[in-house]
């Protein structure tokens, strides 16, 4: 079946009392709006949306009438701060430091009210060790990432505009 675009979210009421197929979509594809995935019950999805959709967790990509495919965001191994666990002045300079080491990685982060995540780029045990070195309380963990985005850098809008309010040098 192919889809060309997202009808809605599973929790909307036109998909109440459905039966749910999930598909699961890790961070790195939930961008890729062209793709052939497959559902846990077996049906086979082709994906062609339109450039710039985003396959949140929770999204429906295709209904039937009984049953609605449903994207799924599985866990994958990330860094995780807390920030409770993180606070006081060198805490947050300690916590810029990762963010400024992630952001030469190019690391996507997902930042809430209470907490970073980050998708594990490296090993386990050298992530630890960076947290370790900044003295940051945090662990890497199996989490579901991205699940409705990514919070938004400056670099996510420069595809946006010829003029965005700075210049890069040629």
Aim: proline residues 5%.
């Amino acid at each position: 079946m192919e889809v060309t675009a997202i009808l809605g979210f599973v929790t909307d009421d036109a998909f109440a009392g459905r039966a749910v197929d999930p598909v699961d979509v890790p961070w790195g594809d939930a961008r890729k709006h062209r793709q052939a995935l497959r559902t846990a019950g077996g049906r086979d999805v082709v994906v062609r949306l339109p450039r710039g959709s985003f396959l949140a967790d929770g999204a429906v990509l295709v209904e039937d009438g009984a049953t609605v495919v449903v994207v799924r965001r599985p866990a994958e191994d990330a860094i995780v701060l807390p920030f409770a666990d993180n606070t006081g002045a060198d805490a947050v300079r300690r916590a810029l430091l990762l963010g400024y080491l992630l952001g030469n990685q190019h690391a996507p982060l997902e930042v809430s009210a209470t907490e970073l995540r980050t998708p594990l780029l490296t090993g386990p045990g050298t992530a630890r060790k960076l947290l370790e070195d900044l003295h940051l309380h945090g662990r890497v963990d199996t989490v579901a990432l991205a699940a409705h985005g990514w919070t938004n850098t400056s670099a996510d809008h420069h595809g946006q505009s010829a003029t965005h309010g700075h210049h890069h040098a040629p």
